[in-house]
């Protein structure tokens, strides 16, 4: 159960296990933590809002004692962020003019709020793994992940039990599926390692900007968890480093022609090339995704696919044609560009289909 106390803004502390904060900000200063909401969390909004209207109490800032009369914030960050410096804007760290106007011609400036306190952390982590990753004010999904991994091992350490066992009660818990939260935990695991090894020197690639869906969704493509060769034992994840490493690289590195995988659309390519021995060795001699693509079943895939789809069309743009009242000129010219285009499509198909039958 919680208690409910009106407590002054200067009495609460931001949570340095904050999961929306990038892990060179937690333990941070109040300045760092301060730049982060104004550059990141679309503060000044909330700013403006609690200035204009006053503090709403419609969902509760909870916390949990500190010490010495001080108490730790663990839902609610962003608010404490705005009301911090509605009170004293000489606070921001940055963008100084535009905090000072908005606290300049705010109506209100609080400086007590209601809270609800619990006894510990642990007290509230079930409830905010709901309201978070499945309920009404989700994080992204690297501050989702953070937070399950937190879950997982608070529920490892107070009941242990099996890892699949686990992610299936941790997912009835916050309303989810158990391969969900297991993706992102295991995900998160793995991004932990890239981040231990200092982010393979990567330029540019840091805990602020790394795009964590990116590394779970090419992890959810069969032939690139193969690739990587994870493994689960005693529920967590083993893989090859050295190919952790280069599907990092692969994802994340700039080149002069861009990455090597520029969007998440190029991922289905990318499994698909190395899972074929030569397409993967063209790839890592440096050429393009797409050129590597080629030495792959991909390309046959996708010419039966169009051919199949362009035969449905001709049979039904044949089915009306019957409905139409005259023939214009362009039509005629189209079709006799498509039969060209057909019969030369044709004629490369059976002589590669000669060729093959005679090796």
């Known amino acids: 159960m919680a208690d409910r106390k009106v407590l002054d803004v200067s009495q609460l502390l931001f949570d340095p296990?904050?999961?929306?904060?990038?892990?060179?900000?937690?333990?941070?200063?109040?300045?760092?933590?301060l730049e982060h909401f104004i550059l990141k969390e679309n503060l000044f909004e909330l700013i403006a809002s609690i200035g204009e209207q006053?503090?709403?109490?419609?969902e509760p800032i909870i916390v949990v004692a500190a010490g010495d009369d001080k108490y730790t914030v663990v839902e609610?960050?962003?608010?404490?962020?705005?009301?911090?410096?509605?009170?004293?804007?000489?606070?921001?760290?940055?963008?100084?003019?535009?905090?000072?106007e908005l606290v300049?011609?705010?109506?209100?400036?609080?400086?007590?709020?209601?809270?609800?306190?619990?006894?510990?952390?642990?007290?509230?982590?079930d409830y905010l793994g709901f309201r978070h990753i499945t309920g009404v004010d989700e994080w992204d999904s690297?501050?989702?992940a953070r937070y399950l991994e937190e879950l997982f091992e608070f529920h490892d350490r107070t009941k242990p039990?099996?890892?699949?066992?686990?992610?299936?009660?941790?997912?009835?818990?916050?309303?989810?599926r158990a391969d969900y939260v297991e993706k992102l935990v295991h995900g998160y695991w793995?991004?932990?390692?890239?981040?231990?090894?200092?982010?393979?020197?990567?330029?540019?690639?840091?805990?602020?900007?790394?795009?964590f869906s990116l590394l779970t969704t090419a992890l959810s493509y069969s032939n690139l968890s193969k690739f990587v060769n994870i493994e689960v034992k005693e529920g967590r994840p083993t893989y090859d480093k050295k190919r952790l490493k280069e599907l990092t690289e692969w994802l994340f590195k700039e080149t002069d022609q861009g990455r090597r995988v520029p969007e998440s659309r190029d991922l289905k390519t990318l499994s698909a090339v190395v899972a074929d021995e030569k397409a993967l060795a063209v790839f890592r001699s440096g050429k393009p995704l797409a050129e590597a693509r080629r030495f792959t079943q991909e390309p046959l895939e996708f010419v039966m696919g169009a051919v199949t789809e362009a035969d449905k069309l001709v049979l039904e743009a044949d089915s009306q044609f019957n409905l139409l009242e005259a023939v214009p000129e362009q039509l005629l010219e189209l079709l006799t560009s498509m039969s060209r285009r057909a019969l030369d499509l044709k004629n490369k198909a059976a002589a590669r289909f000669d060729e093959s039958s005679d090796d």
Do not use: C
């Not at 300049?104 to 982590?125: E, G, S």
């Open 190 to 211: 793995m991004y932990e390692s890239i981040r231990e090894e200092g982010y393979y020197g990567i330029k540019g690639l840091d805990d602020d900007n790394f795009e």
């Open 161 to 176: 039990e099996g890892a699949a066992d686990l992610f299936k009660r941790i997912a009835r818990i916050i309303g989810s």
């Open 104 to 125: 300049n011609t705010a109506t209100h400036h609080p400086t007590k709020v209601p809270v609800l306190v619990y006894a510990d952390r642990d007290a509230v982590l």
């Open 54 to 58: 006053g503090y709403v109490d419609i």
């Open 142 to 144: 690297l501050a989702k």
């Open 17 to 33: 296990k904050n999961p929306r904060l990038p892990l060179n900000k937690r333990n941070a200063e109040d300045e760092k933590v």
């Open 76 to 100: 609610g960050n962003r608010r404490l962020a705005a009301l911090k410096l509605l009170a004293n804007p000489d606070q921001a760290p940055i963008k100084h003019k535009n905090v000072k």
